[in-house]
């Protein structure tokens, strides 16, 4: 398994900004789908957003859509998880993971990564 290290978690007021990164270790996820996921005590994981390894498609859950950006850097082997408007709900631990690509649909289940990081601690204050 090649690990995946997610960094930039931190505490930020309402409103504000934070970018999570995703690294990516020993090899190039290509025909892969990167997601971001995040879980918040208390609750069910839930997804966030995604960007295919190659090419350009991503695909967010509704409740951060137009907040959120997922973009990436292959020759850093690094996906980013940009988040602006913070809001304190989004408060979780974020994660991010590796699976083979399916449809969009399907990858916003977390059920079909077969690899995760260990996660980022996002905590957005009021």
């Known amino acids: 398994q090649v690990p995946l290290v997610e960094s930039g978690g931190g505490l930020v007021q309402a409103g504000g900004s934070l970018r999570l990164s995703c690294a990516a270790s020993?090899?190039?996820?290509?025909?892969?789908?990167m997601g971001w996921f995040r879980q918040a005590p208390g609750k069910d994981r839930e997804f966030v957003g995604l960007?295919?390894?190659?090419?350009?498609?991503?695909y967010y859950a509704d409740s951060v859509t137009g907040r959120f950006t997922c973009s990436k850097d292959n020759a850093k082997n690094t996906v980013y998880l940009q988040m602006n408007s913070l809001k304190p709900e989004d408060t979780a631990v974020y994660y991010c993971?590796?699976?083979?690509?399916?449809?969009?649909?399907?990858?916003?289940?977390?059920?079909?990564?077969?690899?995760w990081g260990q996660g980022t601690q996002v905590t957005v204050s009021s």
């Open positions: 020993g090899r190039t996820f290509s025909g892969y789908t």
């Open positions: 960007i295919r390894w190659s090419g350009t498609i991503t």
């Open positions: 993971a590796a699976g083979i690509s399916r449809t969009l649909g399907t990858m916003s289940t977390g059920d079909w990564y077969d690899y």
